[in-house]
């Protein structure tokens, strides 16, 4: 299935709104809204959501009902094991590869993010957006397709995943940590110092985790139907 595909097109605009957190877990989706939204049948939206139900980004249940799923802990766990190795290999060459305007573009949302968290009344649904935004323009800016494909698959799971850290309050946003994670991945890429952008991923990756699992917002195990 390609980009230029039917099928291929809303799979990458049901891709995008997951992985940037548009979608929290247990939300419903309409097959018929998503046709009607593109302008297509509903044949090429049944397709993109069969490839998605398969990489387990969304569930296909009985009369062709379709969510966003919760993970089990556990699952979230071992993601998030993945990401730290993956996603700070990603930081590591982008301190090392990294263009003037790959340092614009991170620096650009890295101010988004800032503003965002740090507002008195934040418009969080926006903060989750650009939280994704800051990060996949810093794994843009290691120059790799492959590695880039790699933690799309992840953030595919995960991207609804984080609504429970960054919905969780203003709070949260103000004393988190991904603030001043951002800001030291940010520096690092600039200094072209691989093991402190390494390091400032890994810590925002793990303290989001820490934090949605100490909320018990994953239950730790799924009802099998």
Same mark, same amino acid.
């Given at each position: 299935m390609t980009?230029?595909t =039917?099928s291929?097109?809303v799979y990458?605009?049901?891709?995008?709104?997951?992985i940037?957190?548009?979608?929290?877990p247990?939300?419903?989706l309409s097959?018929?809204?998503?046709?009607d939204?593109?302008? =297509?049948?509903?044949?090429?939206?049944?397709e993109?959501?069969?490839? !998605?139900?398969a990489?387990?980004?969304?569930?296909v249940?009985p009369?062709r009902?379709?969510?966003?799923? =919760?993970?089990p802990a556990?699952t979230f766990?071992?993601?998030?094991r993945?990401r730290?190795a993956?996603?700070?290999t990603a930081a590591?060459?982008?301190? *090392?590869c %990294?263009?003037?305007?790959d340092?614009n573009a991170?620096a650009?949302?890295? /101010?988004?993010v800032?503003?965002?968290? !740090?507002a008195?009344?934040?418009?969080l649904t926006?903060?989750? #957006?650009a939280?994704?935004?800051?990060?996949?323009a !810093?794994?843009?800016?290691a120059?790799?397709p *492959?590695?880039?494909a790699?933690? *799309?698959?992840?953030?595919l799971?995960?991207?609804p995943i984080i609504?429970?850290?960054?919905n969780?309050?203003? *709070?949260?946003l103000?004393?988190?940590?991904a603030?001043?994670?951002h800001?030291?991945?940010? #520096? #690092?890429i600039?200094?072209g110092?691989?093991?402190?952008?390494?390091?400032?991923?890994?810590?925002?990756i %793990?303290a989001?985790?820490?934090?949605?699992?100490?909320? /018990?917002? =994953?239950?730790?195990?799924?009802?099998r139907?």
């Amino acid at each position: 299935m390609t980009p230029g595909t =039917l099928s291929g097109r809303v799979y990458r605009h049901l891709a995008d709104r997951l992985i940037a957190g548009r979608f929290a877990p247990g939300d419903k989706l309409s097959l018929r809204t998503v046709s009607d939204a593109l302008g =297509l049948s509903i044949m090429p939206v049944r397709e993109a959501v069969s490839r !998605l139900a398969a990489e387990g980004a969304l569930d296909v249940h009985p009369k062709r009902a379709v969510t966003v799923p =919760l993970m089990p802990a556990a699952t979230f766990r071992d993601i998030t094991r993945v990401r730290i190795a993956i996603e700070g290999t990603a930081a590591a060459m982008a301190a *090392e590869c %990294r263009t003037a305007d790959d340092i614009n573009a991170i620096a650009t949302t890295e /101010q988004t993010v800032r503003t965002l968290g !740090l507002a008195s009344d934040p418009d969080l649904t926006a903060t989750v #957006a650009a939280n994704q935004a800051f990060h996949f323009a !810093l794994y843009r800016a290691a120059h790799s397709p *492959e590695l880039l494909a790699i933690i *799309e698959r992840l953030w595919l799971r995960v991207g609804p995943i984080i609504n429970f850290d960054i919905n969780s309050g203003p *709070e949260r946003l103000r004393f988190g940590g991904a603030v001043r994670c951002h800001a030291d991945a940010l #520096a #690092a890429i600039r200094a072209g110092d691989a093991v402190a952008a390494r390091a400032a991923i890994a810590a925002d990756i %793990r303290a989001a985790s820490d934090f949605i699992l100490s909320q /018990q917002s =994953l239950p730790e195990r799924m009802d099998r139907r």
